[in-house]
């Protein structure tokens, strides 16, 4: 399968973003899709998660409430809605499949690229 991440821009303060990865090669079906960040001279952080059946969700403590994710199952294509960001949300953004809802690196073996996110004050 590969992954492929879109929906990054540049955004103010408190406006809302949905960033998409879409799946090609196979479907997700069993997998879960989890979306990372990353800042350069920092490490890649976890963002949130979702399983694809049935749709179980984790969420970083940072983006708690303000992000969600969901899935179009036909297109085979998940999102990440981000809302309230801020220039702390600053980062470029990589899906990633995996099997597991654990928000380390290691769980997640098809990462696609990234799609940068830049938020202004």
């Known amino acids: 399968v590969q992954l492929q991440a879109s929906g990054g821009g540049s955004v103010q303060t408190g406006d809302s973003l949905r960033l998409s990865c879409a799946a090609s090669?196979?479907?997700?079906?069993?997998?879960?899709i989890a979306w990372f960040r990353q800042v350069p001279g920092k490490e890649r952080e976890f963002v949130a998660a979702?399983?694809?059946?049935?749709?179980?969700?984790a969420f970083a403590e940072f983006v708690k409430g303000r992000f969600t994710m969901s899935r179009d199952i036909d297109r085979n294509t998940a999102h990440l809605e981000m809302n309230s960001l801020t220039p702390e949300d600053t980062a470029l953004y990589f899906c990633?499949?995996?099997?597991?809802?654990?928000?380390?690196?290691?769980?997640?073996?098809?990462w696609g690229q990234g799609t940068q996110v830049t938020v202004s004050s």
């Open positions: 990633a499949a995996g099997s597991t809802l654990l928000p380390f690196e290691s769980e997640y073996r098809v």
């Open positions: 090669g196979r479907t997700f079906s069993s997998a879960v």
């Open positions: 979702m399983s694809w059946r049935p749709g179980n969700t």
